[in-house]
């Protein structure tokens, strides 16, 4: 029983080291980030996913980390590949070729330009698989040694690629301009009548707008979208000048009320001083009299007796 224990023992080491002897040697794709400048980055309810959106013609760069954990000997990695789904690659040709060192991590930018004609449409949001190719020297003559890859939704959250063409690309960030004035001047905060008027206006503007936008028309949403902006100026210059006004007229009545306190308050003094004037007039007619008093009695007292 014993013997036949070691013997299985045996049979399971070498099987255990048979299996990792021929398992090919891995590496690993870290998270990869798409990069600015991206028009979104995140969930869109419209597409009820999370996407990075980029507009038609603008640079698009994915940053792909590769790390070394299985080849002391370095890591060497030939080509990175950006395969969307529809049917086209995007990829870093590496010449020369770049060594990941044991247990280093390498990162590698793969750069394209965006383009709405490859997207097919913006209301695809659309899947892609990172590969990574590695061969088996620096220099030529090389072999593939293998290919890692990554699907788009490895980790999360996941963003699929959207490209929006240009005009709705413009309408979008006219529609988003619009809103940031609209929530930080609302409607009912405008005090002049004109003004509210023309931001009353230019709501009803950004609502077709939206009414175009939604059916796919992004160049009458644009133009819609920019009429909006341009009532909403109108309006908020309105309101300026007109704030202008009423705080003249009321600096105005703060400087007429204050003239008026001061005119009062010189009448006041003047009466002031004609009272005091008044008092030290009747104060030294006292003293006259009580000189006077003073002086009779001295001479009723001085004066020579008779008889």
Known sequence: MKKFTTI???????????MFATSPAQAYIERFTWLPPYMQKGFDSHYGASVVIY??????NLIVPVDNEAY???LNVSRVIVSFDWGQNKTLNLSPIEQVGWLET????????ASATEAVSSDWAHEYTIYVEHV???????????TWSRPWNWWSPAYMFVVFPTDQ?????????YDFYASVFPTWSFSNINASQLAGQASIEASLGDTYYTRGDHASAETQYQTALDLYSQALVAEREWQTKVEE???????????????TANAMLRQAD?????????????????FMGVATIVYAYRKPKTG
């Open 8 to 18: 299985l023992f045996s049979v399971s080491l070498c099987a255990l080291i048979s």
């Open 55 to 60: 507009r038609d013609g603008s640079s698009v």
């Open 72 to 74: 002391p000997n370095g």
């Open 106 to 113: 390498e990162t590698f930018t793969v750069s394209f330009t």
């Open 136 to 146: 088996n020297a620096t220099t030529e003559p090389t072999k593939i040694v293998g």
């Open 169 to 177: 690309a413009d309408a979008t960030d006219l529609s988003n301009e």
């Open 249 to 263: 007229a009321d600096l105005a009545i703060a400087l007429t009320e204050a003239d008026a306190n001061l005119a």
């Open 274 to 290: 004609a009272a005091v004037t008044q008092a030290l007039s009747w104060i030294l007619f006292g003293l006259g009299f009580v």
